[in-house]
């Protein structure tokens, strides 16, 4: 499979604008907390990109998302399914760590997401995959109940979206990882629908 676009790169001044503005954002407090700013990592033209809610300690720590044992999981959820972070885009909603991890308040979140947004207008992904409950209320409804929706097919903004469980949940509750290696599956189906 082919995870490479064949159409234009956006160009780095678009990506290097959008880093620069969000370095220098202060809507919300979570910035003056943080050690780094997480803004968002792997291929800039995947096909797929994985959304989670925000970083946790070591991700502010190295200004990466999905680094410590959450990203450890995540990584070994993507080679189930041939994937690595050279093949797909990797961010959250907000971009710097809320206190004692707790899950982003909506006004932080409200604060944030635009500079998402724009990532996913960069990236331009055919395929959304939002890990937990607070990245998939966020964008594919409100109301959205991850352990009876985890897994299904929505559209957003005419791209094909589905959401799973957090690696930090999995961490948590293994017994829930069954369901999660169902869902990876589903979503190597669909990535290779793509490319059929």
């Given amino acids: 499979m082919d995870f490479f676009k064949e159409r234009s790169d956006p160009g780095p001044d678009s990506w290097e604008k959008l880093k620069r503005d969000c370095a220098g954002c202060g809507r919300c407090g979570l910035g003056q907390?943080?050690?780094?700013?997480?803004?968002?990592?792997?291929?800039?033209?995947?096909?797929?990109?994985?959304?989670?809610?925000?970083?946790?300690?070591?991700?502010?720590?190295?200004?990466?998302?999905?680094?410590g044992p959450a990203g450890q999981l995540l990584d070994t959820m993507l080679e189930l399914i041939d994937l690595d972070r050279t093949k797909v885009y990797i961010a959250n909603i907000v971009k710097c760590r809320p206190p004692r991890n707790r899950d982003p308040l909506p006004d932080e979140q409200a604060s944030c997401i635009g500079w998402l947004e724009r990532q996913i207008a960069l990236v331009d992904p055919k395929i959304l995959v939002f890990l937990g409950r607070i990245a998939a209320m966020a964008f594919i409804k409100p109301d959205f109940r991850i352990t009876r929706e985890h897994g299904q097919w929505f559209d957003v903004d005419g791209r094909r979206a589905m959401a799973m469980y957090h690696p930090s949940?999995?961490?948590?509750?293994?017994?829930?990882?069954?369901?999660?290696?169902?869902?990876?599956?589903t979503l190597q189906r669909e990535i290779k629908e793509l490319y059929d």
Avoid at 37 to 63: T, Y
Wanted: charged letters at 35%; hydrophobic letters at 35%; glycine letters at 14%.
């Fill in 33 to 67: 907390t943080r050690h780094n700013l997480v803004f968002g990592v792997g291929n800039e033209r995947a096909d797929v990109m994985f959304i989670g809610e925000g970083p946790g300690e070591q991700e502010d720590l190295k200004g990466e998302p999905f680094v």
């Fill in 169 to 185: 949940a999995l961490l948590r509750d293994p017994g829930k990882r069954p369901e999660t290696f169902v869902d990876l599956k």
